[in-house]
């Protein structure tokens, strides 16, 4: 009862209230390697000079490649972006908080290393992107003029021909896309893909199967190339980053007008006060676009020169600007300076600044009253921000410096506030973390005229639902998603998001098997069907599709479950119909011994272990049944070290990353699954029985003191198959990039005891050893 009139007394004092956030920091682009040409431009369209392997690409650069040419980039949060040939991208916003290297290399990097905000534009071509795990806080977004495309964690190509539209393809977890002119998001799991045509009519369709081969390939060889950069050097990147921001925000260009000369004629009052400066201007039949808006789209870089044509795109080094109109352009926003220079007598540094917002004589002299911080601060807002704040009479040098001391986020917050309530909270200066620790957008949304909620004592049923569902997010740390509750409820908590938010809470808690507690098993449909456990719905997906599970399942659901050494708890949750038996986890999900499990009902079941973290077995557990099958799975790297498994019929393993086995026993009468949505790398592997039918699947398999049962049927498919249709790659002096899409027995391999390091000894004794391509939608 304390927390909830600590609450209402809270809500009854705002007007507005802000979530976390963290102080803005610049995110890196790192050149990791590019071949043909390449070319950097920076706003003007001003060919700039190359960025060699290791350097920083300044975020204001868009980047350019050339006819049969790419270039591979990291950013600082452990993403990878190709930029294939013919292709035009820039970076927009990249914000990342700033994160303890601990010594680490990008490989060893599972998730990104700090929350992070980036915003791609894609003007042309097609990126291949693969991203670590997201934070549920961070928002990853790729926007092109027929749409954008929102990522969680994933990997997949966009690609944009403006006379074909856009071809989206999917081959690790979900991303959103939102057609041109908004609309609800489209979510494209993996194994989909997606078809939008120049008018923005949208088609969903398979993966593309050659362009599923080029993603995993390209990703593969840029994991090569980076996978061994130090974190340290990521990490000075950002700092270099920053350092060079603020550098460019503290320069402020002096007006460019000859003094002796009289400006030209004003436009039209509303233009002025519209735009500052006139939109269009014709040159030759074509539209200029001021230089304010070729900073958000820079011009086409094909030449269109009469008699040249330039292949690759870019233009060469010896052009100065990319838009033809760019001296027009720049007289009409001179224009513009000159004319409110006239009107208000000032004449300074800000002066050229200013012309790009379009403001009114009264905005332009309350922003010389801000202080020079408060100059500088406003000056980097959107413009419909800083006209919206000029334009408020109470918003004062003092209101400003308040306004500009709470991180980016928290003013997103009192932005969204009117403005008489923006600045009865910016006067009240209240503290920014008691705001982080008790304010939701919840309570925003309670806080606008009219909904300030009653005593709870005299609340309505649903009012009293949506408090204690507020107060049950926040005690099991899951506060963020009522900000998502309201948003996807259009700003007004509905019954079924409050249902949808009641079932996240019984789900997304850290839970023990095995403990004193009873946890309470529901249906497979309910659970997966939460818009809060997507990611491990989408690997149940995956697991169906795989045919590894099917039917109803009863899911133990949590967001961390820790499963106790030889937890007896296992043999009550199953019968009742269901064919499986889940345990699940949206963060990680540990196994920390022996676990034994029997069925006694005479079906034909399955445990399922699955996370959308990391899956985790101590080492030196054994993991058996005699009664029932064996599902391990994760949407992350898995890593299985000195495990037995012994299951009835069908054992399975599956990582939609990278699955590493080190000195694994497995045990089972009909088929044995190993896969990988990318590597697979084995050291050690013994089946201690005469499994009939073994299946090993990878982008790239790497294979050491492994011995196949002679009389086992074993298909090993990767993404190119077998050299010559038949063979793996022998030896360990392969090169690393001949490695890639291959089966690769790099050391003692073996069938039936008898060594298959060549050729052959592989005729002879690989008989029943068959190696194929993978065999995707």
């Known amino acids: 009862m304390k ?16 979530l976390w956030s963290q102080e803005k920091q610049e995110g890196a682009l790192i050149m990791i390697s590019k071949e043909g040409e390449v070319g950097f431009f920076d706003a003007d369209g001003t060919r700039m000079a190359e960025v060699k392997a290791g350097g920083l690409i300044p975020r204001t650069y868009t980047i350019v490649t050339g006819a049969n040419s790419q270039m591979v980039g990291l950013l600082s949060n452990g993403t990878l972006v190709t930029l294939v040939e013919k292709t035009k991208m820039r970076v927009k916003t990249f914000d990342q908080e700033p994160f303890d290297p601990k010594g680490k290399k990008l490989k060893d990097l599972e998730e990104e290393p700090s929350v992070s905000k980036v915003e791609l534009e894609l003007d042309i071509g097609s990126l291949i992107v693969s991203t670590k795990k997201l934070d549920r806080h961070s928002i990853f977004d ?7 495309a929102g990522i969680r964690g994933t990997e997949f190509q966009m690609a944009l021909d403006p006379s074909q539209g856009v071809q989206l393809d999917v081959t690790e977890s979900i991303v959103a896309f939102t057609p041109p002119g908004g609309g609800q998001p489209i979510a494209v799991s993996e194994g989909r893909g997606l078809s939008v045509s120049p008018t923005g009519a949208v088609t969903q369709r398979p993966v593309n199967p050659t362009v599923a081969r080029q993603i995993a390939t390209t990703i593969e060889v840029a994991t090569l190339q980076s996978e061994d950069l130090s974190l340290n050097e990521v990490s000075n990147a950002m700092e270099q980053a920053a350092n060079e921001a603020d550098a460019s925000a503290e320069e402020n260009p002096k007006a460019q007008e000859d003094s002796k000369s009289e ?6 009052r509303e ?3 519209e735009g500052g400066s006139q939109e269009d201007a014709k040159e030759q039949g074509g539209e200029v676009a001021p230089a304010s808006d070729r900073e958000e789209s820079n011009s086409q870089l094909d030449s269109e020169s009469e008699g040249s044509e330039v292949e690759s795109g870019i233009p060469p080094a010896g052009d100065a600007k990319m838009d033809s109109g760019y001296g027009q352009g720049a007289a009409l926003e001179n224009n513009a300076e000159l004319s409110m220079a006239r009107k208000t007598g000032k004449v300074d540094e800000y002066t050229k600044a200013l012309a790009q917002f379009g403001l009114s004589v009264d905005q332009t002299l309350r922003f010389y009253s801000l202080s020079p911080e408060g100059k500088s601060r406003i000056l980097r807002e959107a413009k419909p921000v800083v006209a919206r704040l000029l334009a408020i009479r109470e918003f004062g040098p003092e209101q400003a410096d308040i306004f500009f001391r709470y991180a980016e986020g928290t003013r997103e917050k009192i932005l969204g506030l009117e403005n008489g309530a923006m600045v009865a909270l910016i006067n009240q200066r209240i503290d920014e973390d008691l705001l982080a620790e008790s304010l939701t957008k919840m ?11 009653r005593d709870p004592a005299g609340s309505d049923a649903l009012e009293k639902r949506k408090l204690t569902l507020g107060e049950d997010l ?8 009522m900000d998502e509750l309201v948003a996807m409820s259009g700003g007004s908590l509905s019954e079924e998001w409050l249902e949808a938010g009641e079932l996240a809470v019984q789900i997304l808690r850290d839970k023990t098997l095995g403990g004193p507690d009873y946890i309470e098993a529901l249906g497979s449909a309910e659970v997966f069907g939460n818009t809060f456990y997507t990611e491990v719905a989408d690997l149940y997906k995956q697991l169906e599709l795989d045919f590894l599970v099917s039917g109803d399942s009863q899911v133990i659901a949590a967001k961390n479950l820790l499963v106790l050494d030889n937890a007896q708890a296992l043999t009550p949750y199953f019968g009742e119909g269901a064919q499986s038996m889940v345990l699940s986890a949206s963060e990680d999900l540990e196994i920390t011994g022996d676990l034994n499990w029997e069925v006694t009902s005479g079906q034909e079941v399955r445990l399922i272990m699955m996370s959308a973290g990391k899956t985790k077995i101590k080492p030196g557990a054994n993991l058996s049944s005699v009664t029932s099958d064996l599902v391990i799975s994760s949407r992350e790297h898995l890593t299985i070290e000195q495990v037995k498994m012994e299951v009835a019929q069908e054992l399975a393993i599956r990582s939609l990353r990278d699955l590493e086995l080190k000195n694994v026993t497995i045990g089972a009468n009909a088929l044995a699954t190993i896969k990988a949505r990318r590597d697979l790398n084995v050291d050690g592997l013994t089946f201690n029985r005469d499994v009939s039918r073994i299946v090993m699947e990878a982008t790239t398999m790497r294979l050491r003191n492994v011995d196949f049962p002679a009389f086992s049927t074993v298909q090993l498919n990767s993404l190119k198959g077998g050299i010559d249709g038949r063979y793996p790659n022998f030896g360990t002096a392969i090169p690393a990039a001949s490695q890639i899409g291959r089966v690769n027995f790099i050391e003692n391999v073996k069938s039936g005891g008898n060594l298959i390091m060549n050729r052959a000894s592989f005729d002879q004794f690989g008989q029943n050893i068959n190696i194929g391509k993978i065999n995707r939608p």
């Open 3 to 18: 927390k909830i009139k600590v609450l209402f007394h809270v809500l009854l004092l705002l007007h507005a209230c802000c």
């Open 142 to 148: 790729i926007r092109s003029s027929l749409g954008a």
């Open 263 to 268: 400006p030209e004629e004003e436009a039209p």
């Open 271 to 273: 233009e002025r006060e």
């Open 443 to 453: 309570n925003l949304e309670f806080s606008k005229p009219g909904n300030l909620p």
């Open 474 to 481: 926040i005690r099991y740390g899951n506060e963020k998603l």
